[in-house]
């Protein structure tokens, strides 16, 4: 069953390809939005939506009564390559941070849509992680690691939070190095990654939601930070 918003995140990422390959130029209108959608395939309302997603990412501007205007394209390039530098020297501490406040929020989120199939995926994934533990392969532990968080990522349905929450994933790939120092903390990073996916399975965003939390504050542990973190927030 396709959703509406997965509908509107299909069409966010052509449209975005679009941009990118010059098919519209700064300064250009797009298409009236009868048309844009027939070219597209979709409603009228979906592609609404989709432009609102493009005006908060900052891509295009709706001017009323006129259409759609596509904003400096260098521009937006130069905003992407500022969010690569500020990831790359993002220290451990900074990245925890991010995911502290993000990650647990996803699976929350994540626990009350979930498919039977994605869960399988997600399953899947930690399998992988659990022939590199027998295996004695940390290389492939930690990208299996990190495979399973990024898909995690991939399962939101909000398309504005899935442009926000790739700076997660770079910054989770920012800490791979540590994770591949640390391979006999492998064991501990599965056994809690199954936890929110039980969790998740269940349905029980709480409890998925508080799993995570737990495992990246143990992540810390590992790597020697104790992450500053608001009380309210530390009980799970």
Do not use: C
Request: aromatic letters at 2%; charged letters at 25%.
């Amino acid at each position: 069953m396709i959703t509406s918003s997965t509908v509107v995140n299909s069409v966010v990422e052509k449209l975005r390809a679009a941009l990118a390959r010059g098919q519209w130029r700064s300064g250009d209108m797009l298409p009236g939005q009868r048309e844009l959608a027939e070219q597209l395939g979709i409603s009228r309302p979906s592609l609404r939506e989709a432009v609102t997603v493009l005006e908060t990412l900052g891509l295009v501007r709706s001017m009323p009564g006129k259409g759609v205007v596509v904003l400096d394209a260098s521009a937006m390039d130069l905003d992407d390559s500022r969010q690569d530098s500020a990831v790359a020297g993002a220290s451990l501490e900074d990245v925890l941070q991010l995911r502290y406040t993000l990650e647990p929020f996803i699976v929350g989120l994540v626990a009350q849509s979930i498919s039977s199939k994605e869960v399988g995926q997600l399953r899947l994934t930690l399998m992988d992680m659990r022939e590199a533990l027998e295996a004695n392969d940390s290389e492939a532990g930690v990208n299996a690691y990190i495979a399973f968080h990024e898909e995690l990522f991939t399962l939101t349905s909000n398309p504005i939070f899935q442009s926000v929450v790739q700076q997660t994933s770079n910054a989770l790939k920012q800490s791979a190095e540590v994770l591949r120092n640390s391979p006999e903390h492998l064991a501990e990073r599965l056994e809690e990654n199954e936890a929110v996916v039980r969790a998740i399975r269940s349905k029980n965003s709480a409890q998925a939601s508080a799993e995570m939390r737990k495992h990246i504050l143990r992540e810390g542990q590992r790597m020697g930070i104790e992450l500053n973190i608001p009380e309210d927030n530390l009980s799970v």
